[in-house]
């Protein structure tokens, strides 16, 4: 498994609860795009348009040995998943209020996936706490650091 692209702020700005693995229909340069890291799926989410998961906000940079014909970089695509996953992740989003985001692309027997997480939206005390805890650690590892030496 080779990881491609990662959303930095998933953790920052959600609570993951479920990660799903799906597969996504690309066009040719898309796929030539995002093997060379051009892709960007931090402001990417999800939703269901007729029973069927969609995409959307996820830039995909135009290929630069492409031609005219490259498909527009933030285009709607569709996600391919199983009925039973279709059908569990509709429900929770609608009934328990969660949202639905990429959290990274990656290449699985040579076929781009991309692992959706279930999440829930984290408040802004939440933020800060996250924010307190990370400068607590880099603090005492920069103490720890200077007492080794």
């Not at 830039?59 to 498909?71: D, T």
């Amino acid at each position: 498994m080779k990881i491609l692209v990662v959303n930095k702020k998933l953790h920052f700005n959600y609570e993951v609860i479920e990660k799903i693995e799906a597969g996504i229909v690309l066009k040719g340069t898309e796929v030539k795009s995002i093997h060379l890291n051009n892709a960007n799926i931090s402001d990417a989410y999800v939703i269901f348009r007729k029973g069927e998961p969609f995409i959307l906000n996820m830039h995909i940079a135009p290929y630069s040995h492409g031609n005219i014909y490259n498909p527009d970089p933030l285009r709607t695509r569709k996600l391919l998943l199983n009925k039973k996953e279709i059908i569990k992740l509709s429900y929770k989003i609608k009934k328990e209020g969660l949202t639905i985001v990429p959290s990274k692309i990656y290449w699985s027997k040579n076929k781009l996936k991309v692992e959706i997480a279930l999440v829930k939206g984290k408040k802004l005390f939440d933020k800060r706490q996250a924010i307190k805890d990370r400068d607590n650690k880099r603090e005492a590892k920069k103490h720890l650091g200077k007492n080794i030496y």
